[in-house]
């Protein structure tokens, strides 16, 4: 086939296959399962962010193209000074539209070679600031069919899971989480022994912020932040959100005893946010967390059962309306439960079914609109002797932040 002929056609495959998108609904609308629920101070999540891909043939560039990278795994919620962490149990995929398959029903092209050969996530304000997983992994894949009308996906890593750091926190502030790019080299392959070699250059396309995680004194900064074993199997997301679980820790005052306890917020997000519009958090629910310190302190005073009622959890919105809403209006009750020693106990928050949080507002003179965790309250009673025991937990510090959403 003469050269210019091919490369009109790939032009043209390239065009057409721009406008085929296919997002997945992340999930079902149901209260969050305690089995869950990640250790108190993880932050597991899913994210589908949106790239734009440089694509070439050679030293000739063809087409910017659209795709997604598809990350999961887990951070820690907060860090303390100089701390060192791990985004850890990571998987995820590169997707590329389907202007491959597009491009092979033109050429008779039935398998692909791909490897990415580089995807760097950054950690700001960290040391080091980004790490190359391709130096680290094996990421790519070989004779993957390639069907019309199909996009190609590169497992990552290619068996196992990575392990991305380990990072060294600053000394206060906040570190973000970030895509800083991806680069793939893709063989199209033909029967005929008929090879086409296409290479990708891939940036963010909306924002490449991930997570944001704070920095303070308060926490522990003696061992490394690391989370492994946890529960973590999200489906997709849609193509510009994340899924995900954080859960924070909190001190809360339990009858004038103050005790550790955490509460989980999940659902799907948002990761950007434009100018002139809004962010809601979907299909939301979360989890009240009794530590099992804390049940065998409760178990140490005589108290074998509890009971009691969420009335207010708040999120604090910097850059955003309302500023700190309460996304429990009306409150969720807490079922009796038999404490067990050694044991945690971990309630949804409702009982059954999910909330909505928002819409928010940005103001429109920030780069992003930050969602953290706020304050929480309620009652509780015990061995069910009908007395309300008043519960004030102030929001955590350094704060427990769900999204740092970049405006656009």
Not at 5 to 13: H, I
Not at 138 to 155: F, H, K, N, R
Request: hydrophobic residues 45%; charged residues 15%; neutral net charge.
């Amino acid at each position: 086939m003469n050269p210019l002929t091919l490369l009109n056609r790939m032009r043209t495959a390239f065009a057409l296959a721009a406008v085929a998108a296919i997002t997945l609904t992340p999930t079902t609308a149901s209260a969050l399962d305690p089995a869950l629920v990640p250790s108190i101070g993880a932050d597991t999540g899913r994210f589908t962010l949106p790239i734009s891909c440089q694509i070439s043939v050679g030293t000739l560039k063809i087409i910017k193209i659209a795709g997604t990278v598809d990350i999961q795994g887990i951070a820690p919620v907060q860090l303390g000074p100089g701390q060192t962490f791990y985004l850890s149990q990571g998987s995820g995929a590169l997707t590329l539209p389907a202007w491959l398959s597009s491009l092979g029903g033109l050429v008779a092209i039935d398998k692909a070679d791909a490897v990415v050969s580089s995807l760097r996530i950054g950690a700001t304000r960290s040391t080091p600031a980004t790490v190359d997983l391709a130096k680290l992994y094996d990421l790519s894949v070989a004779d993957v069919p390639v069907t019309a009308g199909q996009a190609i996906t590169v497992g990552l890593p290619k068996t196992g899971d990575f392990r991305v750091g380990p990072y060294t926190a600053p000394a206060d502030g906040r570190i973000q989480f970030r895509f800083e790019g991806a680069a793939a080299d893709v063989t199209l392959k033909s029967k005929i022994g008929f090879k086409v070699k296409v290479h990708a250059e891939c940036a963010a396309s909306q924002g490449n912020a991930l997570l944001s995680v704070a920095v303070g004194n308060q926490v522990d900064a003696s061992k490394p932040a690391l989370y492994e074993g946890e529960p973590l199997s999200y489906p997709k997301a849609a193509a510009g959100n994340l899924v995900g679980i954080v859960h924070a820790p909190y001190k809360c005052d339990i009858g004038g005893q103050q005790y550790d306890v955490g509460v989980a917020v999940g659902g799907v997000i948002p990761l950007a946010v434009k100018r002139a519009g809004t962010l809601s958090i979907t299909q939301a629910s979360g989890a009240f967390t009794l530590p099992a310190s804390t049940v065998n302190r409760l178990l140490d005073a005589g108290i074998t059962s509890v009971q009691g009622k969420v009335n207010e959890l708040k999120l604090i919105v910097d850059h955003g309306t309302p500023a700190n809403p309460n996304v429990l209006p009306g409150g969720t009750d807490i079922p009796a439960t038999t404490l067990q020693r050694d044991k945690p106990v971990v309630v949804s928050l409702p009982v059954n079914g999910t909330v909505t949080a928002g819409p928010f507002k940005p103001d429109g003179t920030a780069e992003s609109m930050v969602i953290g965790m706020g304050s929480a309250a309620g009652t509780l009673q015990f061995n069910g002797n009908g007395q309300n025991v008043p519960v004030t937990c102030p929001k955590p510090e350094p704060d427990a932040l769900l999204v740092d959403a970049p405006l656009i």
